[in-house]
């Protein structure tokens, strides 16, 4: 089921400035992929292309091969799966409506939900616990493992992450990072991951593109950026983020 | 979700529970109208019981109708048979003439209407100057041709009367008046502005209350100007055919009321505090002597009448907020789906609220005769805004990463709108429709300017009256009401906004254990 993400030609203006400027971009299938970059990079504007919340000015995307477009959208949105900073989740739904809502939606029987969402509860280690609370009545943490369920309810070839722990506090952040990473092992799904931290790209994903100013700067294992720099960009941004040492404790 | 589906099916329980109050006015009796002043209803009742004794089984009076343009349509449509007006009038209003005609040309251009007109009921009720007798006498007025060597006096003319070609642009003409302070009054206002000395003059009925009371002198007519304002019965032309006894109660009260009989019989009721059905019913024992007998159509008790009026009122808003809501809900989420649509749809309510509401429902009469329909129609009209722009707005207003999250999950355009963004603007919307029910609540009691009843009944009898507790029996359960609906939409709210939108969203980090 997993797909690969093509971005051919693909430009994307915002008036006056170039937002994103990418001749060949392709994830290929099962690549977890973390996007980095400073703010306003153009990582979370490559991720709203890809599932079709914006339009390019130039160029194609394709998802497993078939072209996004208005035509196709709708026919693309069940293979892929998005989250967002603060979950995005439904205040006036409980975190099962808010799972459940696109299957039922779809008319799947209520046996078949309940066995994907205890699937789903497992995975993303959520207590059962919580399904009856609206989104007001739970944690920041808890919020997103909801997200992450309802973008996994389909089976989604795609997996899209938009800066998912970036309002989190450290402790339940580096919790996250690693149950995020085992997620990513067991389904063995297409993920784009956008972050600012390096670290964080580090533990979730294996492999990292460093944006910038809508170009993409360097690409390859986290390791790999530090020891071998494209440009003096690079260097300066991975001297920006704070080395754990610095902080008083290790991973 | 909830709240989309519970809130109608509560209004239509509601509604389902009504009397079928509207077909009142439907029944076969006979119906005496009066217009919206003491003498009117007077005579309207004096009719009205007139036809009782005379053994017709079923006479209704619907008084205080409003003004003439309303009476008139409701006896053209069927809705009244018989009411009393006056020769001028009909000559200005019903038949677009001026100056004065006489009887039988008068008879024929009410023919083509379908009308019928009695002979006079014996007094003029035309318009006249009158002064207090005081100035008048210092200056030496006894004419209206007097007052013109007076352009300093200050006059004090109603609104219709200075609008009017048999009013004062027709006197001024006529006499050659040059008066120099000429300002425009309401009637009542009038009274007291003489006695206090603020005008000099003003117009007046030939048989208002207050000539004597307050010691006016009226002006002489020297030169003819004012028409007759005989009054009359005019009633429609098939009526003789249905019911023949009505002809005869008709003919029996005409010729018959002097201006001094009627000046005392509407000083009983706007001076003295007696009900007009008392009045009447003296009037009538002045008159026809022979003719005493029990009292005719019985008072209602000030319980029965407040409950009665409280109940059309209420009907009258729920209806108006029901359709209000049917029609208002799909134009706001149609506005809010298109800018211009949107723009082009807020626009046209925004302007209909601005529209007063005598302009309105004058537009409406035509349209819709006159009791529950145009009352109905013209409220629902004024509920409209509130419930549209407050869909708009809780549609528009959804944030923005809620936005996207709604439009990157494989849901059809409908679901995201029933399952996402309507349960989210359900807030708004519910108090959007709050305002327009407390709004209706207070505009409803406008419904009795065209005969449709409700709390605004004894308000406008209150105020015509200058009697404060029939103001009160309209206005505190008219407050009751809005306090009520205001109350009532708290509740609903608790039970149809969905639980997640209730509080407000608490900070996420604070006890985090994810």
């Known amino acids: 089921m997993s797909a690969t993400i093509e971005l051919i030609g693909v430009r994307k203006r915002f008036g006056d400035t170039l937002a994103l400027d990418l001749p060949e971009f392709v994830v290929q299938e099962r690549t977890v992929l973390a996007l980095i970059g400073p703010s306003g990079c153009g990582k979370s504007t490559l991720l709203r292309l890809v599932v079709g919340l914006l339009r390019p000015d130039q160029g194609r995307i394709q998802i497993g091969g078939t072209p996004m477009g208005p035509a196709t959208r709708s026919q693309l949105l069940p293979r892929i799966g998005y989250v967002i900073q603060d979950g995005g989740l439904f205040p006036h739904l409980t975190a099962l409506e808010n799972t459940a809502l696109v299957a039922r939606h779809r008319g799947w029987t209520r046996e078949r939900v309940d066995a994907r969402v205890g699937e789903l509860l497992e995975l993303t280690r959520l207590d059962p616990g919580l399904l009856g609370r ?6 920041g943490g808890q919020k997103q493992r909801v997200a992450l369920m309802r973008a996994l ?22 919790r996250l990072q690693r149950d995020l990473r085992d997620v990513f092992g067991r389904l063995r799904t297409t993920v784009l991951f956008v972050t600012h931290d390096l670290a964080e790209a580090a533990v979730v994903a294996d492999e990292v593109a460093l944006l910038n100013a809508g170009r993409l700067v360097q690409r390859g294992k986290p390791a790999e950026l530090a020891a071998a720099p494209s440009e003096p960009f690079v260097t300066e941004f991975i001297a920006a983020q704070a080395p754990p040492e610095a902080l008083g404790w290790s991973r | ?61 619907r008084h205080n109708l409003g003004g003439t343009e309303i009476v008139a349509q409701a006896l053209r449509s069927g809705a009244v048979d018989v009411y009393p007006e006056y020769t001028g009038t009909i000559q200005e209003v019903l038949l677009h ?10 008879r024929a251009g009410l023919a083509r209407l379908g009308l019928a007109m009695s002979d006079p009921i014996g007094f003029n009720d035309g318009y006249a100057i009158a002064m207090p007798e005081s100035v008048a006498a210092r200056l030496g007025i006894r004419t209206v041709s007097d007052l013109a060597r007076h352009p ?12 009017r070609s048999d009013g004062y642009p027709g006197l001024a003409r006529h006499y050659g008046l040059s008066m120099r302070h000429v300002l425009g009054i309401q009637h009542e206002l009038a009274y007291t502005a003489l006695a206090s000395g603020r005008i000099d003059a003003t117009d007046i009925y030939t048989t208002d209350a207050q000539i004597a009371r307050l010691g006016l002198r009226v002006l002489e007519d020297d030169r003819r100007f004012f028409p007759r304002y005989d009054a009359v019965w005019l009633y429609r032309l098939d009526l003789p055919a249905r019911e023949p006894r009505a002809l005869e109660a008709i003919r029996s009260l005409t010729g018959r009321i002097s201006e001094e009989a009627m000046i005392r019989a509407n000083a ?15 009037l009538l024992t002045e008159v026809r002597p022979s003719s005493t007998g029990p009292a005719g159509p019985e008072r209602e008790g000030v319980a029965s009448s407040i409950a009665r009026n409280t109940v059309r009122h209420v009907e009258l808003v729920l209806l108006a907020l029901f359709l209000a809501i049917a029609i208002g809900l799909p134009l706001g989420i149609a506005a809010a789906g298109s800018r211009r649509l949107g723009g082009a749809i807020l626009l046209a309510t925004g302007i209909l609220q601005t529209i007063p509401s005598l302009a309105l429902l004058a537009v409406l009469i035509p349209l819709l005769g006159i009791g529950f329909r145009p009352a109905l129609a013209a409220l629902f009209l004024y509920s409209l805004l509130p419930i549209v722009r407050n869909t708009v ?31 989210m603007a359900a807030p708004a919307i519910l108090a959007g429709i709050q305002t327009s029910a407390v709004l209706c609540v207070g505009s409803a009691t406008l419904a009795a300017l065209v005969g449709a009843g409700g709390l605004g009944e004894p308000i406008l009898s209150g105020i015509q009256l200058r009697q404060t507790h029939l103001i009160l029996e309209g206005a505190v359960p008219a407050a009751a009401l809005a306090l009520l609906a205001q109350k009532g939409f708290d509740l609903l709210e608790r039970v149809a906004v969905p639980r997640g939108l209730r509080r407000p969203e608490e900070p996420t980090h604070g006890d985090d254990h994810a």
């Open chain 1, 134 to 139: 609206y989104p007001s009545e739970l944690s």
């Open chain 2, 268 to 282: 009983r009721v706007v001076l003295d505090g007696i009900s007009y059905g008392a009045a009447a019913e003296s």
């Open chain 2, 97 to 106: 003439r001026s100056g004065q005609a006489g009887a039988d040309s008068m």
């Open chain 1, 153 to 174: 309810m389909l089976d989604p070839g795609v997996l899209l992450m938009d800066e998912p722990l970036a309002a989190l506090d450290p402790m339940i952040r580096s």
């Open chain 2, 393 to 423: 707005v809780g549609l528009s207003t959804l944030p923005a990463s809620l936005r996207d999250a709604a439009e990157s999950l494989p849901l059809s355009p409908w679901a995201r709108l029933t399952r996402i963004r309507l349960p």
């Open chain 2, 152 to 163: 300093d006096l200050r006059l004090g003319l109603t609104h219709e009367f200075l609008g």
């Open chain 2, 1 to 61: 979700m909830v709240a989309m589906k519970r809130a109608p099916v509560l209004i239509a329980a509601l509604l389902a529970c009504l009397p079928a109050a509207q077909a009142r006015g439907a029944e076969s009796g006979i119906v005496v109208g009066s217009k919206a002043f003491p003498e009117s209803w007077i005579l309207g009742e004096a009719l009205a019981r007139t036809m009782l004794r005379e053994g017709i089984p079923r006479v209704l009076h």
